[in-house]
């Protein structure tokens, strides 16, 4: 009996699981289509779905053979989300989740902890914040674990060491703060392991991180680690990246370092208070490529040791106390292309030998106490572009090929250093060649003595780097890193004058930085302008204005250096629906009160005027309480009260006055017209053209204000906005009167702002915009229009007559009742 019930039981079993196993499948399944479409993440993948499965076609999703998603990989998707608002926990079945490079907020959610099966979570590059949830700890069977670039911040989990399956963990350019726990030290499988550029990170490097002996690269540079760096960094034998730049070491490098034979890389520069010498034992480190231990303490002397290295590309040792002269056998170095010795107490002579360094680029042996004379095989040197030979007590003759290949700053503070003498030569040749021997003479007086007249007085390093108000930490060589120089990867935007990257900077703060074009920097005309620009624009304080921090002038790039706005564009966020229904009523009159305080301050207040040249919905940037501030002054100039200020047009199209299509003269009120063209962008929530196309060919037809705004805002209902509105819609028709003497000038039309807080209007729906537009112009003679005189529109008015020439085809707009 009790076999037979069960047999039947088991029957009852065989033949029910794979049912039973569909269901579970078709649930989840459910779940995930479910939680797939809530997320509006693929809202043009056609939500509808007709089969259970279809989702698993949709781009970026990978499904398993049950049809359950296996891997969500949307990296640059344009995400805008918080990842807490995304059902993850609805998805057991997922391996792989890459979200990087979009523009995720708020923090990670605990439910992460559900995903039993994960071993792929790349978070990266967004603008996530909080802790690292404790529910990690249950992602056991994780590999790579990617929370780089973001704004993490609280300590690092010491449960993280639980993830034993660890092979690539990346925290690098986040806020975290507090030791690194000894914890991860249990990540022996660990081959990767980035911390760097976690400023808040104090205490020391504890010595169990020598237990990573897996580890290939570990880079622990720009956080704030103290104490000595811990000789068990020699046990990672299969180390070749190691990088513990930019910290507060203290001590001296441990011998154990060198025995690190596979290091490849090799960076422990700026670390001040490492003392000591740099070792003979050097030598042990024959894979090394690039090596940098400037800004040390170091004394003693340079160790010939070093010129062991032939694998050598890097060497820099810039900025420490070594003396002693740099060894002869250094000409051994066949692959090095960079030698930064500059700052340190190095005597003796250049060794001729350099000139066998034939891959040489760049050879910095400035401020140091070299004397002799310069050998001439530098100046064969094929590669050679960037020569720093400036601060030492160099003597003799200064070839004149040198001088013309490096520009003459490479040689200033080297007091006994002669130049070519002509009269010297003149006086050492025959009576037959004497004319010419003058003419020679001359060549050579022209072509370098008077070059160095001149630029002997240039900057001691041939480039400049201003930064105001900024603490001293900020250095050209943080910027290129924060950048991986220029690397297109942090690019955020490009304009035609330049291109404009994110940074964060080792103190976290975050900078946009633009690089100027090649063209520009290769005008020598640019050179001073820019410089003289810069400094007049870091004098502006404006809250509306983006603010300069500083620049840097340098013959192989130039850029500045900006407040970093983090909603981008106005341009942008109209575009987006989100980010526009955001952007509600009260924040666009602010933005447009804003701008017009900006361009007020700048055509009244600064001295002299400035004209901005490119105002534009592209050039106003928001910030992340979306107060906007006016940028790029890429073209803006000086406006010099007695100059023509003709230049080249430069603007953009569809925001440039009428006039500058007849006249090269700019002025104000092109600034004016510019700015009226964005206000009605910004109230209506796309470019005006098809609105001034559309008054100009019937222009007796009424046009009602409420039909044109933003129809993605429900219409301003508060009389207050309402008011404002409609006195923004008639200041900005003012502004884009075709006759530039009668718009108003910036000045006005903040008054108007201010004035307008007295006065109320009409409920909006009984408002045409024909009735908004004054004074009448229609083309008149400009001397009916004086400068300054032009009446400004009030709510109440409603005579109409304009004339506006569109900017991008040409044709008048005649309204008049
Ligand atoms: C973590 O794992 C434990 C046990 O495996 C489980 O009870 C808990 O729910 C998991 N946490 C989360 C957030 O899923
Ligand atoms: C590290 O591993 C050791 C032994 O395997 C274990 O006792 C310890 O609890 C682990 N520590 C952490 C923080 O996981
Ligand atoms: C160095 O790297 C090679 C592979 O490139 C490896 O075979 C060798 O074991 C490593 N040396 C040490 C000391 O780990
Ligand atoms: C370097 O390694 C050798 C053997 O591999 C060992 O004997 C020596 O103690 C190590 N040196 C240091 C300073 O750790
Ligand atoms: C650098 O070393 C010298 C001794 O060589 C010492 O007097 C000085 O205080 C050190 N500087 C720093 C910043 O540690
Ligand atoms: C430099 O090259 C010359 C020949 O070109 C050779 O005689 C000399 O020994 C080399 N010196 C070094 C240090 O390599």
């Not at 970026?60 to 926990?89: Q, R």
């Not at 995720?104 to 802790?131: C, D, R, V, W």
């Not at 209007?761 to 045409?768: D, S, V």
């Not at 004086?786 to 569109?806: K, M, P, Q, R, W």
Request: hydrophobic residues 40%; proline residues 5%; charged residues 15%.
């Amino acid at each position: 009996m009790d076999v037979v019930c069960s047999g039947v039981v088991l029957l009852m079993i065989l033949a029910t699981a794979p049912v039973a196993i569909a269901v579970t499948e078709s649930a989840v399944n459910l779940l995930e289509a479910e939680a797939l479409l809530k997320s509006g993440w693929w809202e043009d993948s056609g939500a509808t779905a007709t089969t259970i499965s279809a989702h698993c076609q949709w781009s970026g999703i990978i499904c398993n053979d049950a049809g359950s998603v296996t891997e969500l990989l949307l990296p640059g998707y344009g995400i805008h989300d918080s990842l807490t608002n995304f059902g993850v926990s609805s998805f057991p079945n997922l391996v792989r989740l890459d979200l990087s490079g979009n523009k995720l907020y708020g923090t990670i959610p605990h439910q992460i902890g559900a995903l039993s099966k994960l071993t792929h979570l790349t978070l990266s590059n967004n603008f996530m914040e909080g802790f690292i949830p404790s529910s990690i700890a249950n992602l056991t069977t994780l590999v790579i674990l990617d929370l780089s670039y973001n704004s993490f911040s609280g300590r690092i989990p010491p449960t993280l060491g639980l993830l034993s399956n660890l092979d690539f963990l990346d925290l690098n350019s986040n806020y975290f703060s507090g030791v690194i726990p000894p914890a991860l030290s249990n990540l022996t499988k660990l081959s990767r392991l980035y911390i760097h550029w976690n400023p808040a990170i104090r205490g020391v490097l504890p010595e169990e991180i020598g237990n990573l002996k897996s580890l290939l690269e570990l880079d622990l540079s720009y956080n704030g680690i103290s104490g000595s760096i811990p000789p068990t960094l020699g046990q990672l034998s299969n180390l070749y990246s190691l990088d513990l730049s930019t910290n507060h070491f203290s001590g001296t490098i441990p011998l154990a370092l060198f025995n690190l034979t596979n290091l490849s890389r090799l960076d422990i520069h700026w670390n001040p208070a490492i003392g000591g010498f740099l070792s003979e034992e050097v030598r042990n480190l024959k894979s090394l490529v690039e090596v940098d231990f400037s800004g040390l303490n170091l004394s003693g002397a340079l160790p010939s040791s070093l010129c062991g290295l032939t694998k050598l590309v890097s060497l820099s040792g810039a900025q420490n106390q070594m003396h002693g002269s740099i060894p002869s056998e250094i000409g051994i170095l066949k692959n090095l292309k960079h030698l930064a010795l500059g700052s340190n107490r190095l005597t003796g002579q250049i060794p001729p030998t350099l000139g066998n360094m034939t891959a040489l680029v760049s050879l910095d042996l400035s401020s140091n106490q070299i004397s002799g004379s310069i050998p001439l095989q530098l100046s064969v040197l094929p590669s050679l572009k960037f020569l720093d030979l400036s601060y030492n007590a160099l003597e003799g003759e200064l070839p004149c090929e040198l001088v013309n290949k490096f520009g003459s700053e490479s040689f200033v503070g080297n007091p006994d250093l002669h130049r070519h003498d002509p009269p010297y030569y003149i006086i050492g040749v025959g009576v037959t060649l004497l004319v010419f021997a003058i003419t020679g003479g001359l060549v050579i007086y022209i072509c370098c003595f008077k070059k160095v007249e001149v630029e002997l007085m240039d900057n001691k390093h041939g480039d400049i780097f201003r930064i105001w108000n900024y603490d001293g930490n900020m250095a050209y060589a943080d910027i290129i890193k924060a950048t991986n120089d220029f690397d297109v990867g942090y690019c955020i935007g490009t304009g035609g004058y330049g291109s404009v990257y994110r940074a964060q900077l080792p103190s976290g703060k975050v900078v946009a930085l633009k690089k100027l074009h090649r063209l520009e920097g290769e005008n020598p005309n640019f050179d001073k302008s820019f410089r003289n620009e810069a400094d007049m624009l870091s004098k502006i304080r404006h809250r509306n204005i983006v603010k300069l921090f500083g620049f840097c002038l340098h013959k192989r790039c130039m850029f500045l250096i900006y407040e970093y706005m983090d909603r981008g564009s106005l341009f942008c966020i109209l575009r987006d629906e989100t980010e526009a229904v955001e952007l509600d009523w009260v924040k666009r009159v602010n933005l447009i009160k804003g701008i017009a305080s900006a361009l007020s301050y700048l055509h009244h207040d600064c001295d002299p005027p400035i004209i901005h040249r490119d105002v534009s919905s592209n050039n106003i940037l928001l910030n992340s309480q979306l107060e906007a501030t006016l940028s790029d002054f890429g073209t803006a100039r000086i406006l010099e009260l007695d100059s023509s200020n003709q230049t080249v047009i430069a603007g953009t199209f569809g925001y440039m006055a009428p006039e500058l299509a007849y006249t090269m003269v700019v002025t104000e009120k092109s600034d004016v017209y510019s700015f009226g063209i964005v206000v009605l962008e910004t109230l209506f929530g796309e470019h005006p053209r098809e609105f001034l196309s559309c008054i100009s060919s019937q222009p007796n037809e009424p046009i009602m204000l409420k039909d044109l705004l933003d129809t993605r805002l429900p219409p301003p209902t508060n009389p207050l906005v309402v008011r404002n509105v409609v006195l923004a819609t008639a200041l900005a028709l003012d502004c884009i009167n075709a006759n530039p003497k009668c718009r108003p000038t910036m000045q006005q039309v903040v008054n108007r702002f201010e004035e307008s807080r007295r006065e109320s209007t009409r409920p909006l729906h009984t408002i045409a915009v024909n009735q908004l537009v004054s004074p009448p112009v229609l083309s008149l003679p400009e001397q009916t229009c004086a400068d300054g005189t032009s009446s400004l529109s009030t709510i109440n008015e409603f005579h109409v007559d304009i004339s506006a020439t569109l900017p991008s085809s040409n044709f008048s707009i005649h309204v008049s009742t």
